[in-house]
C-alpha cells in the first residue's frame, strides 16, 4: 500500500509569487491534514480536511489556503510568498477523524525555499 | 492554550545508554498524547501513544506513560542503538479535539554513537 505521498519535494520561489503543494493520501483515507515545520517555530497545524470540507484552521494568515478534493487528494496554497515561508510542509492522512484511536500517517514533504 | 514542552536537544548517547526525553503538557480535560519520530529526509512516524491517565505506550523497546498528576509524558529506552538517531517530538490532541490537529513540542534531535 501506498504511503503518503507529496509532490513536488523540492521548491524553490521568489518573494511575492505564489505555490501551490499537492498531497495524495493512503488510499481509503478520507482526513488529510497539513503542517509547517521551520527550525525556530517547530511543527505548527495548518488546516485539515474530511470529505472535501475544511474541519480546523490553524492560526495563519489568510494567505494560507487549501482543499480537498473528491478524491481526497488535497492542495494547499501560499500566496504573495514571503521570505518566511520558508519550511518543510507536511501533509499527514488518516482513515477517518474524530477517532482517538485514529493514527496520523504523514508524507516526506515538500521542501520550500523563498528567495 | 494547549501547549507541549520538550527537554532542547541535541542529546548525544553512546550505544547501549539509557534515554529519556522530557515531555510536559499544559491541557484542559484529559488530551491524548504521542511521541513520533522523524529520521532524516523523512516524514514523522508515530512511535507509541496514550490515551487516558496511566496508559503505558510501548513499541520498538521505547516507552511512555501519560501521568496526569505531573502533566508528562516522557519518552524513555534502557539501551538506544545507532539506529534511533533522529528527532523525537512529544505531541498531545486536545480532549475532543479533532484528528488531524496535533500539537507538537519543538522536538530533540537524538544522535547515538558506536
Known amino acids: 500500500k501506498a504511503g503518503v505521498t507529496q509532490t513536488p519535494r523540492y521548491l524553490i520561489k521568489t518573494r511575492g509569487q505564489q505555490v501551490t503543494l499537492s498531497c495524495s493520501p493512503i488510499?481509503?483515507?478520507?482526513?488529510v491534514s497539513w503542517y509547517q515545520q521551520t527550525p525556530g517555530q517547530g511543527l505548527q497545524f495548518l488546516f485539515e480536511?474530511?470529505?472535501?470540507?475544511?474541519?480546523n484552521k490553524g492560526n495563519f494568515p489568510g494567505r494560507f489556503s487549501g482543499r480537498q478534493f473528491s478524491n481526497s487528494r488535497s492542495e494547499m496554497n501560499v500566496s504573495t510568498l514571503e521570505l518566511g515561508d520558508s519550511a518543510l510542509y507536511l501533509c499527514?492522512?488518516?482513515?477517518?477523524?474524530?477517532?482517538?484511536?485514529?493514527?496520523?500517517?504523514f508524507g516526506s514533504g515538500t521542501q520550500l525555499s523563498v528567495l | 492554550g494547549d501547549s507541549v514542552t520538550q527537554m532542547e536537544g541535541p542529546v548525544t548517547l553512546s550505544e547501549e545508554a539509557c534515554l529519556t526525553i522530557?515531555?510536559?503538557?499544559?491541557?484542559?480535560?484529559?488530551?491524548?498524547l504521542f511521541w513520533y519520530v522523524q529520521y532524516p529526509g523523512e516524514g514523522l512516524q508515530l512511535l507509541l501513544k496514550?490515551?487516558?491517565?496511566?496508559d503505558k505506550g510501548s513499541n520498538k523497546g521505547f516507552e511512555a506513560t501519560y501521568r496526569k498528576e505531573t502533566t508528562s509524558f516522557h519518552l524513555e529506552k534502557g539501551s538506544v542503538q545507532v539506529s534511533d538517531s533522529a528527532v523525537y517530538f512529544c505531541?498531545?490532541?486536545?480532549?475532543?479535539?479533532?484528528?488531524?490537529?496535533?500539537?507538537f513540542g519543538k522536538g530533540t534531535k537524538l544522535s547515538v554513537k558506536p
Open positions: 499527514a492522512s488518516s482513515l477517518v477523524a474524530g477517532s482517538t484511536n485514529e493514527k496520523l500517517f
Open positions: 488510499s481509503g483515507h478520507r482526513s
Open positions: 480536511y474530511f470529505s472535501e470540507t475544511q474541519r
Open positions: 522530557n515531555c510536559t503538557y499544559t491541557a484542559t480535560g484529559y488530551p491524548s
Open positions: 496514550a490515551t487516558k491517565a496511566d
Open positions: 505531541a498531545l490532541r486536545a480532549y475532543g479535539g479533532s484528528q488531524g490537529n496535533l500539537i
